[in-house]
């Protein structure tokens, strides 16, 4: 079984902060995605990273896939309230199997 | 654009009770899943389907049904319902596995499903 390990599970900053957010496993992930939860909601897509050591920006959001595929990071620069919610990671195995592991999410919180 | 569209929203059941959790996409989408998310947690796979008449268990099968008799609707039965199925459960749909690689999922909004 493929695991994907999130670190922190809880951040709560002040706006205007910088944060990361960590998405780690000890296995091979053919392509990862990123996706943001609001409350009340179903996730949303972020982005999806493809190549070792690929980096995609999306406004304030950096992504980064590691260069041997096991890791990946996403880095928020000048936090808003509007970034608030809960940030998964999916990852998808080199097993060929038809479904992807998330990860246990990271619960962002961004006070004004 | 309807999506992925998940009925009922809310429902409590009493322990021993059934009932079905139905979704259904108007993506033309040929693969859908089943997830619950327990309180603070990431998403874990019950079921997934890469088409009609085909299913698949996921990590946590146990204690449900699915059935895909149309691309569109993907129901999730549960039979006996036990205080541990509480949860709020997602579907999904996507391409499915295109081009090397899972293409993105699109979830509904969720039931949330109490049993007491």
């Known amino acids: 079984t493929q695991l994907l390990k999130q670190s922190p599970q809880f951040l709560s900053i002040q706006e205007g902060e910088n944060l990361t957010v960590y998405c780690n496993s000890s296995?091979?992930?053919?392509?990862l995605q990123w996706y943001r939860q609001e409350p009340g909601e179903g996730p949303v897509l972020l982005v999806t990273?493809?190549?070792?050591?690929e980096v995609k920006k999306l406004k304030r959001l950096t992504f980064q896939f590691g260069d041997a595929r096991k890791d990946s990071s996403l880095h928020i620069t000048a936090a808003q309230p509007g970034d608030t919610g809960l940030y998964l990671c999916?990852?998808?195995?080199?097993?060929?199997?038809?479904?992807?592991?998330f990860g246990s999410g990271t619960r962002l919180q961004v006070q004004p | 654009n309807a999506g992925v569209t998940q009925t009922p929203k809310f429902r409590i059941l009493k322990i021993g009770q059934s009932m079905t959790l139905q979704c259904t996409q108007d993506?033309?989408?040929?693969?859908m899943y089943w997830y619950r998310q327990d309180p603070g947690m990431g998403l874990k796979l019950i079921y997934y389907?890469?088409?009609?008449?085909?299913?698949d268990k996921g990590e946590v099968p146990n204690g449900y049904n699915v059935s895909r008799s149309t691309t569109e609707d993907f129901p999730l039965r549960l039979e006996l319902a036990a205080p541990s199925q509480t949860s709020v459960y997602f579907c999904?749909?996507?391409?499915?596995?295109?081009?090397?690689?899972?293409?993105?999922?699109?979830f509904g909004d969720g039931t949330r499903l109490s049993i007491l």
């Open positions: 999904a749909s996507s391409y499915g596995f295109q081009g090397g690689s899972n293409q993105p999922q699109h």
């Open positions: 296995s091979v992930f053919s392509s």
């Open positions: 990273v493809v190549t070792g050591g």
């Open positions: 999916a990852g998808d195995g080199d097993t060929g199997r038809r479904a992807l592991t």
């Open positions: 993506m033309n989408h040929n693969y």
């Open positions: 389907s890469v088409g009609a008449g085909i299913t």
